[in-house]
């Protein structure tokens, strides 16, 4: 398996740091807990999307695309990121905005991710929750290309095969990092939603035999949907890499119990892991996806799933921009902070 044979816009901030987390493993008295940055990937404060747009943006300019079209929650870091990486090549982009929430405050709407994708020049358009967005794409590529348009159409997440190339190069580049420093690690948790993240890393584990177990937290989905959508995902993607059958259905593992009410509707464990981290250890996470993770984290090492002495890896994926819409969930703590 070699990355290199694949379309690649060189554009993250790589490699991502890999730091121990001492106040919070402390705090927690369990296991050594260690951080994996990608946070800070560059590219409109940073995230996930960004090692897996180098690939798809990639294939956007192969393909000679002029517009490329994505969706997304409308607090979508996603979507921020693709406006962010085609006002950078110089490409116009249109943001489909799904309506997951129902909130009618106006930060969600319009600050946080909003107000980025609009500063990256990005056009946006809202649709109702629930509504087929891969089909609502479909028809807007269409009328771009009776204008004369090359569209490139991107999905949610930017999860495709394509995409999930990203997270095999941060496999490999993670597990680099820990053997440079004679760091085994035990365990490696992240938010999963989309299912691109997880399938691309546990290709890349696999694909290189690092033996190293992979838990997804969900942000959304029940576990069992979770799974089969992230397998089929690491399937493709190990067809693509040319390693089929690398991944089996055992190493796809997720755990959807800190989800709560609904995507993108914080817990009130959220807040504490992500009032945990930024107090601990003076880093942000988000209120849809890293802070359900850690908060997962959080929970598993208290119950003791993970074992001291251990070494686990909590891959950082973002988000940060999503607080400044979420800044009313926040208001207790603010007013106890207001002295
Ligand atoms: C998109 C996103 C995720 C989830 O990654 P998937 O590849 O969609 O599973 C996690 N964290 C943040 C901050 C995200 O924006």
Not at 151 to 164: D, K, L
Not at 178 to 196: K, Y
Not at 257 to 263: E, Q
Request: glycine content about 12%; charged content about 20%; proline content about 4%.
């Amino acid at each position: 398996m070699h990355l290199a044979r694949f379309p690649r816009i060189f554009l993250a901030h790589l490699p991502t740091p890999l730091e121990r987390l001492d106040r919070l493993s402390k705090e927690l008295g369990g296991p050594e807990i260690w951080i994996k940055r990608d946070d800070c990937t560059g590219l409109s404060t940073g995230g996930n999307k960004t090692r897996k747009l180098e690939f798809l943006m990639a294939e956007a300019i192969a393909q000679g695309a002029d517009t490329v079209i994505t969706q997304g929650a409308t607090q979508s870091n996603h979507a921020r990121q693709t406006a962010a990486f085609s006002a950078k090549l110089g490409l116009a982009c249109h943001i489909l905005l799904e309506d997951r929430t129902g909130s009618n405050d106006a930060n969600y709407n319009t600050n946080g991710n909003v107000l980025l994708d609009h500063l990256h020049g990005a056009t946006t358009s809202r649709r109702a929750g629930g509504v087929d967005m891969a089909a609502e794409m479909e028809v807007l590529a269409d009328q771009l290309r009776e204008q004369g348009r090359k569209p490139y159409v991107i999905p949610g997440g930017g999860s495709n095969p394509t995409g999930a190339l990203g997270y095999v190069n941060c496999a490999f580049e993670l597990v680099g990092q820990a053997n440079d420093r004679g760091l085994v690690i035990d365990h490696i948790v992240t938010a999963t939603g989309s299912a691109g993240t997880q399938a691309g890393l546990i290709t890349g584990l696999k694909a290189m035999n690092a033996g190293i177990p992979l838990l997804g937290i969900g942000v959304r989905a029940p576990k069992e949907k979770q799974e089969e959508n992230v397998f089929a995902l690491a399937q493709r993607t190990a067809d693509k890499l040319g390693c089929p059958g690398v991944v089996s259905r055992a190493d796809v593992v997720a755990d959807s119990t800190y989800v709560g009410a609904g995507y993108g509707i914080p817990r009130a464990d959220t807040l504490e892991a992500i009032q945990m981290f930024a107090q601990l250890e003076g880093l942000l996470l988000d209120p849809v996806y890293s802070g359900k993770g850690a908060a997962g984290l959080i929970d598993l090492v208290r119950k003791g799933h993970f074992k001291k002495g251990q070494r686990i890896v909590f891959l950082h994926t973002g988000g940060a921009a999503g607080l400044f819409g979420y800044d009313a969930v926040f208001a207790d703590k603010r007013k106890a902070l207001e002295v």
